[in-house]
């Protein structure tokens, strides 16, 4: 599968939300991050075909328009708002979705059985949407999405009213989906993408500051990260005078994590780490512009 987007842009009157966007999308899982407001979701929706761009094309497989969408087969979408008939009871709403899809019954329940057992959400099957809780909702929305085995699953902001496991669960399942299809995640939380994205765009105010995959990212930034430990006047003198990059900072446990670090100062090292994702995100956020 490949899918671009050249030269996209749009505005909102003479707000410009998306300012020449350029990406190319293959297999795998891609991060798509960004502050909120820094223009995800538009691009998503015109990706999908459900906001016409001002300016620019999206192709997909050599089909290219302006208007619409180019895709021959229902894709996977989980919206960040809305996507849910609430009259409906789960398994009527699932097998709507899955006829839509193309799905035979058999394989719908098949699919209902798997994600319900997935995600925890057997006993809520014939209990109308509008009466579940708001995590219990964003279980279902992601089902939806992934009914019939899409090739392309887009995800907007999917971690909503997630707990912890069931964020962990999701991660996991995505993990494997990605190996054999795209998965484009758009989020501006980390932890939602933290290890499993082998590419990452990052937005900044409609435009991209850096994109890539995972791996050349993580090169491309200077020296490692590194855990100091000083006082908050040693750590706060060092920062003014040294070129440094904050990640985190806590003066409760004496520690700080920077990108560039001067090792012939007298800072106590407590330890190297990896570079995380939040790493990432926060090194290019900065240097971005």
Known sequence: MNLELKGISKSYGNARVIDEINIEINNGIYALL?????????????????????????????????????YD??????????????????????????CYKGMRIKEIERDINFFSDLFNFNKYLNVKIKKLSGGTKQKVKITQAFLNNPKLVVLDEPSVGLDIYERKKLKEFLSKYGEN?????????????????????ILK???????????????????????????????????????????????????????RF?????????????????????YYQKVGG
Request: net charge neutral.
């Open 205 to 259: 105010n409609g435009k991209i500051i850096i994109q890539g995959k995972t791996e050349d990212l993580i090169n491309q930034i200077p020296k490692n990260v590194y855990k100091i430990k000083g006082t908050e006047k040693q750590i706060d003198e060092f920062i003014s005078k040294n070129n440094v990059l904050v990640m985190n900072r806590s003066y409760e446990n004496s520690n700080i994590n920077v990108l």
């Open 34 to 70: 960004g502050h909120n407001g820094a223009g995800k979701s538009t691009v998503i929706k015109i990706l999908l075909g459900l906001l016409l761009q001002d300016k620019g094309k999206v192709i997909y497989n050599s089909k290219s328009n302006t208007k619409g969408s180019v």
């Open 73 to 98: 087969y229902p894709l996977g979408y989980v919206p960040q708002k809305g996507g849910l008939d609430e009259l409906q009871t789960v398994r009527d709403f699932l097998t709507y979705v899955g």
């Open 181 to 201: 299809n795209t998965v484009i995640i758009s989020t501006h939380i980390i932890s939602d993408i933290d290890y499993i994205a082998n590419n990452i765009i």
């Open 262 to 282: 001067m090792s012939e100062r007298d800072f106590g090292i407590d330890n190297i780490t990896n570079v995380t994702f939040e790493d990432i995100y926060t």
